[in-house]
């Protein structure tokens, strides 16, 4: 794969010059709790799953845990002002389950309900508008060593445990999420032992996505009920799935990976059913009203998208399709992702045709193995480059016609990079996870530039 130079060396060569955004659009970063948070064991927090798969041999590269991440735990004040000095609207975060309910449900942890207290009220005080994710892949252990995802009863666990959120937060924090990737931590718990809880089983991973499916559509209930003008969303990544090589025996392996990866979720929650390879298989699991439980009313869409994604014939996986690699000469950047901007582009204008709703892009982003030089400056081109390019391709699906409505970097901080360990950096603020000191990029800069320029124009 080439190391996209060419196409990054000419960012913002697209056609057509940026429309005005929205007045009120939004400008933001996003992080989640198990990969910055740290003190893993301290003030009451319970094991979560990824806690568990950081100590299963092979469950993440060298051996790397969560268990100190960025410690914002104890730094979230530095952090918050970091996130005041690039000038955002928001912060989307998550909140971690086992810190607030150590075992899931029943005793709540209060050290842990009070330090989100604290971070929401932080936030508040710098200008800055709280994103509360309700779940972004930490499920407690306790809850799964009952059957996780794949019992159905999670999904009353998972709405208890949000009404505890909304009471607690509600009268603060307006702008709710209910999960960050659905395809992502059950395809790759469930089906393709990747995360956590890192299962190879075809029944639990269909369980599992209708289980979830259930406990997305009882949070947004929860949530209209308990925190009045709330504004409820769901983060999906959507990726194109293209076969590997265009060959035509990968056609029905693409077919069926995007079936999973972009439509299993979303078709359910917003159309009222799953699409149709997938509900053939899941119907055993249905029971009479699930689907009206599970397709709620939404006010927007969340779109995490990073590249398009490959599939091949995988006789050895549970679904027989496997990931296949790009082209030979496509454009990549550090962590080997492979770089299509007009493939970002489609996206946007395909969710607006399929769904017809705003669309919140909650993460965007460029990952790499940045360090500091002599003077330590990190002087992160490819990742202002990537992060223009990718800007004008979303310019381009909003003078087609896309409702988008806010951009979110992923992420703020270097953090914990789930099996990657600490190998891969999104971040825009370095953090030297041995001191963890923190030092702006040159792409924190950019961003900061770039929601100045465009507030200016509005």
């Known amino acids: 794969m080439s190391d996209g130079s060419a196409i990054l060396e000419r960012p913002g060569e697209r056609p057509g010059s940026p429309m005005p955004l929205r007045s009120d659009f939004v400008w933001g970063v996003s992080t989640s709790a198990y990969q910055i948070e740290g003190a893993a064991a301290e003030d009451g927090r319970g094991p979560s799953i990824w806690d568990t798969r950081c100590r299963t041999a092979g469950g993440v590269v060298n051996g790397d845990t969560g268990d100190v991440a960025c410690d914002h735990y104890h730094r979230y004040a530095e952090d918050i002002g970091l996130m005041r000095g690039l000038g955002v609207d928001a912060y989307r975060f998550s909140v971690a389950w086992p810190r607030v309910l150590p075992r899931g449900r029943g005793a709540v942890n209060p050290a842990g309900l009070d330090f989100y207290d604290r971070l929401v009220d932080t936030v508040l005080e710098a200008g800055i508008e709280p994103w509360l994710c309700v779940y972004h892949w930490d499920l407690p252990q306790a809850l799964h060593d009952l059957g996780g995802w794949a019992n159905r009863d999670c999904a009353g666990w998972y709405a208890d445990y949000t009404a505890l959120l909304a009471r607690r937060y509600g009268d603060r924090?307006?702008?709710?999420?209910?999960?960050?990737?659905?395809?992502?931590?059950?395809?790759f718990g469930y089906a393709i032992p990747w995360a956590a809880p890192g299962i190879t089983d075809r029944?639990?991973?269909?369980?599992a996505i209708h289980h979830v499916n259930l406990a997305h559509g009882a949070g947004v209930?929860?949530?209209?009920v308990l925190v009045p003008g709330a504004s409820i969303g769901a983060v999906h990544n959507r990726q194109r799935v293209l076969p590997e090589g265009g060959r035509p025996e990968n056609?029905?392996?693409?077919?069926?990976l995007d079936e999973h990866w972009n439509l299993t979720f979303c078709d359910p929650q917003l159309l009222g059913h799953y699409p149709p390879r997938v509900a053939q298989a899941i119907e055993p699991y249905v029971q009479p009203g699930d689907m009206a439980r599970i397709c709620r009313p939404m006010d927007w869409f969340g779109l995490n998208h990073y590249g398009p994604i490959f599939a091949k014939v995988d006789p050895t996986r549970t679904w027989g399709y496997g990931w296949g690699?790009?082209?030979p000469d496509s454009p990549t950047y550090g962590v080997g992702w492979p770089i299509f901007p007009d493939v970002f582009r489609d996206e946007l204008l395909e969710i607006t045709r399929r769904y017809r709703m705003p669309i919140i892009i909650t993460e965007n982003g460029c990952g790499g193995s940045d360090s500091p030089d002599e003077s330590g400056t990190i002087d992160d081109q490819h990742r202002i480059n990537y992060l223009r390019i990718y800007n004008a391709a979303m310019h381009e699906a909003i003078r087609a016609g896309t409702d988008v409505r806010g951009y979110f970097i992923w992420s703020l901080l270097d953090n914990f990079e789930w099996g990657s360990g600490y190998g891969n950096r999104f971040g825009i603020v370095h953090v030297d996870f041995q001191t963890q000191k923190r030092t702006p990029k040159a792409s924190a800069r950019w961003y900061a530039d770039l929601i100045k320029r465009e507030r200016f124009r509005a």
Not at 174 to 183: A, D, G, Y
Not at 251 to 256: F, G, N, S, T, V
Request: no cysteine; glycine share 0%; net charge negative.
């Open 221 to 224: 209930d929860v949530i209209r």
């Open 203 to 207: 029944e639990q991973h269909l369980r």
């Open 325 to 327: 690699d790009a082209p």
């Open 173 to 187: 924090v307006k702008r709710w999420i209910t999960f960050n990737e659905f395809s992502v931590f059950t395809l």
């Open 251 to 256: 056609e029905e392996a693409a077919a069926l």
